[in-house]
């Protein structure tokens, strides 16, 4: 099925707005899930909503949730999501972060009592389009083990970074090589996984997907990218009244109780320290002088960070977005129970 | 040659002095230089004080230099370091975002016209030490590649990233795989380097030191690594006004002109989201599922960040600091050209 980005918005909101959404909850989560397709990060796009209806059913997402600003600075906040969509809560946290960041130069939020939130680099975006520079990192279900360890136990823990430059530069990554679900596909496909994707329970990397599911997903870079999930997993856990390791749940399959994650943002304003047209003007130096330089033979061009991902946006907005046969079935199952018919939208 | 801690500092505060160096310069150059040693980053110790002093008597490093505050919000602080002492200068600049983190919650400082500073870590503990979160990160001459690229354009980029918690969590790591400085060791010794270190001027993986230092550093984890670079590049350099990229001249020997690196930093209050009990309670309680975890078979400890270096920091504190005999003769004949004689420190 080819779906245009605002057919995929609309079924999902009609959706969730059939399970008691508000317009706003409804809204802010087609939003970043359709912008999760459009960008290719299908694991994180439509892919997801039958989680999140299941969970809605359940009660383990609440709709029409009540968010609170809990504990606050000039400069600082943090939020009880109470249970909601987290594309909602995590949308006004980050505004409440920039709102703040406008006036104070820095700003931190955290939240907790949230669900997941799709792509982590849609709220850095939101900064971006204010001139400012956004950080989000979240947690995860514990799936990636330790350096030297062969239980999972560091969350996947998405880390954005984004920067209001012309053009705009956007990190947006995982701290696991791959993904879980590029392994649910592999082993659908009957395929095998390169050898650096995942340990089997007994420690040994494996081509394996069945037994990389069974294992632990391995941390990109080694050691150094085992550090960086373990410091994002305090900062986006037991800093913001989140669990950490074991004690995440909740963001793969809705659990007994509610998820348990957490996630932290800080947005900069530049201008409190350099004039707009410096940052900018130095910044698309770097940034040319990268575009220009010298390829690997057979590399066609070089991309800075969120380049990839902007190609495929544009791509998909003029063709449109291909959601898999699976997701799509499921889907319109799950809509003629509510008494949707996906084909009339 | 072994050095203890204090006798390794008081040679290079001595030595500092006798160039210019306020007592207050000398005293911080001295502590982050030995504390790196301390830690086993041999190549942010009493290695680089050769050079520091180079860059003295050149005049390309200043002593007693004007450290001022140039733009500043409650929460945010711009820092024109006088071209002084990076170790000094950045100090100060932690100390600041310390102050403001402390009444605001979070802060985030800048600085420029400053110079090489040792291990980041050191600047994270500082706040570590406060109770609080620290974020640090810095730039360095162009040395690792783009993704794709074969030319050397991206600093190593130091980032660290410490918290307050029991016992201690502190990342600190170049985005490079390797450090330069273990390639030039490799073509000392005439050994091979693994083949994921470096690149050669064509841009084929080398195993041969001397073509990966003609051709550039490779990022590590791949593209993930390099866009990590590439936004700390852009953190530490135009958002704080210094350089990027080619432009970042005079971290590896002194330059025509002045430095042209930029550093940034966060400090982040806990208190402001948790109750501190609350927040180590839970980091200790993560901390000892990682550390409890099963084993991959052969490995006899999983380690937390920092921990490595925090056991090699005890270890030389009671045992010394071993000093090459290359740095130590080279620091020798300096310091007989100022008149000092190491022997009798």
Redesign the interface.
Known sequence: MILTFDREKTIIRTLLQKLGASGEEANATAEVLAEGDLRGFASHGLLRLPYILRALKRGTIAVKAEVKVV?E????G?INGGHGLGHYVVTRAMRLAIEKAKQ?????V?VYNSNHFGIAGYYAELAMREGL?GIVTTTTDALVH??????P??GTNALA?G?P?EPP?L?D?AMSVAARGKLVKAMKEGKPIPENWA?DS??KPTTDPAKGLEGALSP???P?????A??L???A?????A?????VKGTLEPVEGFCTKGDFM?A?D?K???AQE???A??R??IE??KS?????G?G?????GEPEQKTRERRLREGIPISDEVWIELEQIAKELGVDLKSM
Chains 1, 2 share one sequence.
């Open positions: 504990r600075t000039p400069a600082t943090l104070q130069g820095v700003a931190a955290g520079i330790p350096w030297g360890g062969v239980e136990l560091l970074i920067l430059t530069v990190l990554m340990i007994g420690g990109f870079g080694g150094k990218g085992y550090a960086l373990f410091v997993e305090l900062l856990g037991p800093l913001v009244h669990a950490a390791g074991k004690e800080i900069i530049p409190a320290f350099v410096e940052f900018r130095r910044a130096e770097f002088q990268v330089s010298q390829k690997v033979p590399v061009e070089i991309m800075v960070p």
